[in-house]
């Protein structure tokens, strides 16, 4: 099973910026890359995997209220690669950050409705 690779996790204080990136096979559930939908979830410690982020291919855009105005993810079609920008982030935030491909049509922001996970990217906030 093909999988991304998420990368650029860290330690960072509350109200600072972080960047993660995911690269991104060129195919997915029977989808070129420039026409899936990415997502990027988190799942804290004993709690489920929860959306953060999706971009269609169209570059259109969704956010939980959690995150809106904080939270900007952004695509490169030409390198296969999905970026999250976190600003502002606050101790909620921490958790291990995944990006996935949705791997169904039609709108969803499941977790169960995505895959081609990677390993995740471990973010921490401290207040």
């Known amino acids: 099973q093909v999988r991304v690779v998420e990368s650029g996790g860290g330690l960072v204080q509350a109200g600072g910026s972080l960047r993660l990136s995911c690269a991104a096979p060129g195919r997915m559930f029977g989808h070129t890359f420039s026409n899936s939908v990415m997502g990027w979830f988190r799942q804290a410690p004993g709690k489920e995997r929860e959306f953060v982020a999706i971009i269609g291919w169209e570059g259109h855009t969704r956010y939980p209220g959690s995150v809106k105005d904080r939270f900007t993810i952004s695509r490169d079609n030409t390198k296969n690669m999905v970026y999250l920008q976190m600003d502002n982030v606050k101790p909620e935030d921490t958790g291990t950050y995944y990006c996935?491909?949705?791997?169904?049509?039609?709108?969803?922001?499941?977790?169960?409705?995505?895959?081609?996970w990677g390993q995740g990217t471990e973010v921490t906030v401290s207040s």
């Open positions: 996935g491909a949705r791997r169904i049509n039609g709108p969803s922001d499941r977790a169960e409705d995505f895959g081609s």
